[in-house]
């Protein structure tokens, strides 16, 4: 029986393509396609460097500010700690840190970062059980990182 028939079956497999070689001419214009899509992602990406340079100088948005001045309250009450290390300390998973998360600043946007806010899977377990403890820590260069912590 063969291969590509489908007048018994309902499965039938495609007809095998056996490609040929480009032509010179199509050679080329394939290398003139791949070279104007390489200088358009090349403006394209200009142009988002261009627009990110340009937010940046503008300063912080308002939901920058309004996390900034929560991050500013968190300290002063004691909630987030000032360390004098830089993030790659920070983010190292030993003593005990059993997951480092890098621009977190308190428990929701710790929970947006897992799954299903840690209610489900695996990863709920850092927000269930009692041996696992949060601690969220400011880098020397104002970055916040939240670690999660397994309590002996």
């Keep these: ?19 040929k070689p480009p032509t010179d001419g199509e050679a080329v ?12 992602e090349a403006a394209a990406k200009a142009a988002k460097e261009k ?20 991050r500013q309250k968190m300290l002063e009450e004691g ?8 993030v790659g300390e920070l983010t ?4 005990g840190v059993e997951v480092a998360l890098v621009d977190v600043q308190d428990e929701a946007e710790l929970r947006n970062k897992f799954h299903s806010q ?5 990863e709920s377990l850092y927000f269930s059980a009692s041996r696992y403890k949060f601690k969220f820590l400011l880098a020397k260069d104002g970055t916040p ?5 397994k309590w002996p």
């Design 51 to 70: 627009r990110l340079a340009e937010e940046a100088a503008r300063g912080p948005s308002k939901k920058q500010l309004k996390r900034l001045t929560r």
């Design 145 to 149: 990182v939240a670690q999660i912590i």
């Design 1 to 19: 029986m063969p291969k590509h028939s489908s007048k018994n079956s309902s499965f039938a497999l495609p007809r095998r393509v056996k490609r």
């Design 92 to 95: 190292k998973l030993e003593h």
């Design 118 to 122: 840690g209610t489900a899977g695996k």
């Design 79 to 86: 909630k987030m700690e000032q360390t004098d290390k830089d």
């Design 29 to 40: 214009a394939n290398k003139a396609k791949k070279e104007q899509a390489r200088e358009k």
